[in-house]
């Protein structure tokens, strides 16, 4: 899923390196500034992105071109014209965006949220577009009711009746388990707020799971590949490996995707040695039940 979610990112990126992108993928931004007091300045700076996006696509042509012959000092030639005209598009789309929170008053604008959206309805079938719709707000409600089934269920059981209530009725377990959900939820509307100020929503979801996802895959590589492995290695080793993507990620400079390697390596390293310790056939401590 997460190479599927990369490889459309990359097929968009290639797709507006030889089509014209919209300057502000926020329409209703858009709009606002193109009809308002500044609408001149927005005008001029519209033919502006038109222009180096032009020279863009033409130098890219020109790189690709280059590339399929043998001569390198042309395709290297070709390669700092591209990023040179790259270098021109980005700073002038740099300037769009800047526009719009002085013209609009939107201080904390940002539409990379929009870019996909826009891609979406503007070059795909109507057809598709609906297919498209249609299986995003089914992924994001399954997500939804999976996600809320289970903090609702772990916050109920693992901690309401064991260290409350552990003699309550199951009425009484149904109705906290209803309430627990009702919070998360709420709780899950606040993040998602706030997370539309982080930037890019697919990046912000991606480096906080890779905080967990490679040391929670560790887990599983541990129980299913290691004989020797015990409950006790694993849980100790998700401790290190979660413990070791942080250290990373406040002391290197490694890209977040490589946590999850980070993490995946460390537990299964650190359960596996942990797992000596247990005794051969304590099958209480067996990861493999």
Known sequence: ?????????????????????????????????AYGERAAEYKALENEYKLV????????????????????????????????????????????????????????????????????????????IGLIIAAIFAAAMSSIAAELNALATATTIDFYRRLYKPDATDAHFVAVGRISTFIWGIFACIVAIYATNLGSLIEVVNKFGSFFYGSLLGVFVLAFVVKRARARGAFFGLLFGIASVWIASFYTNIEFLWFNVIGCLVTVLFGYLISLTVKKGDLSTDAHG
């Not at 790189?63 to 042309?74: G, H, L, P």
């Open 1 to 33: 899923m997460q190479f599927f979610i990369l490889l459309i990112g990359v097929l968009v990126f290639v797709f507006y390196q030889f089509n014209a992108p919209p300057m502000i993928f926020n329409s209703v931004q858009a709009e606002k500034a």
């Open 53 to 128: 996006h032009t020279l863009r696509e033409k130098a890219a042509l020109d790189f690709v071109s280059a590339e399929k012959q043998t001569d390198e000092t042309a395709s290297a030639i070709a390669r700092k014209d591209y990023t040179q005209a790259n270098d021109k598009f980005n700073k002038t789309r740099k300037n769009a965006v800047e526009f719009i929170k002085s013209a609009n008053g939107e201080k904390d604008f940002n539409d990379v949220n929009y870019v996909f959206p826009t891609f979406v309805v503007q070059n795909m079938p109507m057809g598709v």
